[in-house]
């Protein structure tokens, strides 16, 4: 952007390092590495005990038709 004079606005180099700055920033990448690992695990979790919980499902449906 220009001013009247033809030089460059002085907001235009503001935005602009914002800009690049926010790109180059990498605090927050850590934290959604961590959600992302969370996440994997917690799916891992809910995968297993789904699993278990079919095996037991079945184990006691056997048992209480040796009852029947």
């Not at 004079?5 to 390092?17: I, L």
């Amino acid at each position: 952007m220009a001013d009247a004079s033809g030089g460059s606005a002085p907001h235009s180099n503001a935005a602009r390092s914002a800009v690049t700055q926010f790109a180059r920033d990498e605090a927050g990448v850590t934290a959604i590495e961590y959600c992302m690992i969370a996440s994997f695990i917690s799916i891992m979790i809910v995968t297993g005990a789904t699993g278990i919980g079919q095996t037991l499902l079945g184990f006691f449906q056997g048992v209480m038709s040796g009852f029947h």
